[in-house]
């Protein structure tokens, strides 16, 4: 890779990473604003504190986070990638200096909501600046992918990690400050954002008039809409619905839900750690500080999820995605069934499991990624991209409510059946895409 290159990639390897990073603490969180708070004062109502109703809230940031992508994409175009990134990186810092603040779950709602427009913005923007700054771009995108997963492994484990020693509201302050410090780098880099196109003359996607000139207006906007959806993009459209789903309703209470489970009781931190590290660290034995074994499970669980997206990749390029899609929501509806199962018998056949969720539910994400590519034309592809995260994040986003309720009036069995009967249609989606294919 030339400089240039090297300077574009590492700016969006950096926000991706953070994007990540900030989405996968949140559930960390949660787990202590269970605890924390009893009632949530709306001044003309109240309401109690449920997996129920924090669902919701989470599902607000996280909501914004999908439906602020189609905007974000037309931004993208008018005001450019290193204005809408560093724009992210101060929004998403913003977001947790005012969640360090929070007195109460409306704060902690509007700081969501800050955080899910303004990482909202990210894909669209990295993306759009990969594919017209760097030359090399599968490596670029490589990359990119990868310091997404870090990020999303990292996030979790250092949030844990820093609340072992430090209340929750200080956490969250000392999270943003690398947000902050990587808006000042993104305002300041140096790199052509052009420089694929400018040198390779026409568009990546080989010179398409229509790709070359973007969605210009909303009747435009409307027009390509109704074609993408006219075709097989629609199923394409309820995977990735699906994907968000399970992913999200999977992920938010998932270490909340651990913690009930035997074998992740509470760990004293005194009890770990020798009597002259524990004074040097100012651990109090008589203060009952705690270890949650459950977060790192969950954070290992996303770290692992490195092999699926570099498995799902190199599988994409050797067989039908359809299939690929097929076979891997349909394994991911087989894991969830047994979490439960694998869980009552023991650490091990829950790790197991675990791990395979894991490398499952993120090795499929590089083939919906295909597919995309695969049902839509050239000139709308910016659009088609939008629209997924669209699907994946905002429609997504309801998995975390729908889990919420299901575990306040039902119990862990149902949420479980409800995240397999989602990976069951998107495995039957697939399946009928590879099978009318080439019909």
């Known amino acids: 890779m030339n400089r240039n290159d090297r300077a574009i990639t590492a700016l969006a390897m950096l926000a991706h990473g953070m994007v990540h990073t900030y989405e996968l603490a949140i559930p960390i969180f949660v787990t202590i604003w269970l605890v924390e708070f009893s009632v949530i004062d709306l001044g003309i109502a109240t309401f109690d504190v449920t997996t129920a109703t924090l669902g919701i809230v989470v599902t607000v940031g996280y909501g914004l986070f999908g439906l602020g992508a189609l905007p974000g994409g037309v931004l993208v175009d008018r005001l450019g990638s290193r204005k809408l990134i560093t724009a992210c990186l101060v929004g998403m810092g913003g977001s947790f200096l005012l969640l360090s603040l929070s007195p109460s779950v409306v704060v902690i709602t509007l700081a969501l909501v800050v955080w899910g427009l303004a990482a909202s913005v990210y894909h669209p923007a990295g993306l759009s600046l ?5 030359e090399e771009q599968g490596t670029g995108l490589g990359y990119h992918g990868i310091a997404g997963n870090v990020g999303i492994g990292l996030g979790p484990l250092l949030t844990a990690t820093m609340l072992l020693f430090l209340d929750w509201t200080t956490v969250a302050g000392v ?6 410090l990587a808006a000042v780098y993104a305002y300041q880099a140096d790199f052509d954002p052009q420089a694929a196109v400018d040198d390779g003359g026409a568009a990546a996607d080989g010179g398409d008039s229509k790709a070359d000139s973007g969605v210009d207006s909303f009747g435009d906007f409307l027009a390509e809409s109704r074609k993408l959806f006219a075709g097989s993009f629609v199923l394409v459209f309820v995977v990735v619905m699906c994907s968000g789903l399970y992913y999200r309703g999977f992920l938010t209470f998932l270490p909340e839900l651990l913690g009930r489970l035997p074998g992740f009781e509470p760990i004293a931190i005194a009890a770990l750690l020798p009597a002259p590290v524990a004074d040097l660290l100012g651990v109090d034995p008589a203060a009952g500080e705690t270890l949650a074994p459950s977060d790192y499970f969950y954070s290992g669980l996303l770290l692992i999820g490195v092999v699926g997206q570099y ?19 349909g394994t991911l509806a087989v894991l969830a069934l047994v979490f439960l199962p694998a869980a009552a018998l023991g650490l091990g056949p829950l790790m197991l499991v675990g791990a395979l969720m894991g490398i499952f539910l993120f090795a499929v994400q590089p083939m919906y990624q295909a597919t995309v590519a695969s049902y839509t034309p050239a000139g709308t592809r910016g659009l088609s991209y939008g629209y997924t ?5 905002g429609v997504g986003s309801l998995g975390g409510a729908i889990a919420g309720a299901i575990l306040t009036y039902a119990n862990e069995p149902t949420l479980f059946a409800v995240l397999a009967l989602f990976a069951t249609t998107a495995a039957g989606v697939g399946l009928y895409l590879g099978r009318t294919r080439g019909e």
Do not use: H, N, Q, S
């Open 389 to 393: 995260y669209l699907g994946v994040f």
């Open 130 to 134: 990969i594919t017209k700054g760097v």
């Open 175 to 180: 999270l943003a400050v690398p947000a902050l």
């Open 311 to 329: 498995a799902g990749g190199k599988l994409t390029d050797r067989f039908p995605v359809e299939y690929g899609i097929a076979v891997g929501f």
